[in-house]
């Protein structure tokens, strides 16, 4: 069965946990990996240049707030003040 019935099978098993390094929701704890960062796989913080700027550094030096608004928005800054 792969429907509403199977579903019941996850209970009582977390399968992502909060993460030790990045504070993510996102470590599995039977896999012992991290799904943000990969901590647990890789010595190194999993990232990709396709995930976000930021983390690509292709923004780097410049002033965000001087930017568009729009750009401006990353995540995690929901409050517009
Ligand atoms: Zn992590």
């Known amino acids: 069965m792969k429907g509403t019935p199977s579903k019941g099978k996850r209970s009582g098993k977390k399968t992502h946990v909060i993460c030790r390094r990045c504070g993510g929701h996102t470590y599995h704890a039977q896999h012992k990996e991290c ?47």
């Open 35 to 81: 799904a943000t960062c990969g901590f647990g796989a890789t010595k190194k913080i999993r990232r990709y240049s396709w995930q976000n700027k930021r983390f690509f550094g292709a923004f780097k030096g410049i002033n965000l707030k001087r930017l568009a608004p729009k750009s401006a928005k990353g995540r995690g800054n929901r409050d517009r003040t």
